[in-house]
C-alpha cells in the first residue's frame, strides 16, 4: 500500500484546478449555487439546462 505525502511547495498559480486549464480569477463555489450537481439529465432540471445550452450552441453556429 503506498503512503501518500502531502507536497511540500503550494502551486505558483492559487487558480489550478483538477482540469486542463485554471480557474478564473475571483472564481468560488457560489458559482455553482444554482447546478443541478448529482441530477439526472433524464430531471426535469437537466433537460431544460440541457435545451438551453443546445439553444444558445446553435445559436452561436
Known amino acids: 500500500m503506498t503512503t501518500l505525502v502531502k507536497p511540500a511547495q503550494r502551486p ?3 487558480n489550478f ?3 486542463p ?3 478564473r480569477p ?3 463555489l457560489q458559482a455553482l449555487s444554482d447546478a443541478p450537481l ?3 439529465h ?3 432540471v437537466g433537460k431544460t439546462k440541457l435545451k438551453q445550452a443546445i439553444d ?3 445559436d452561436i453556429l
Open 12 to 14: 505558483a498559480n492559487p
Open 17 to 19: 484546478s483538477s482540469g
Open 21 to 23: 486549464c485554471a480557474k
Open 26 to 28: 475571483g472564481w468560488s
Open 38 to 40: 448529482g441530477r439526472s
Open 42 to 44: 433524464r430531471a426535469k
Open 56 to 58: 444558445l450552441t446553435r
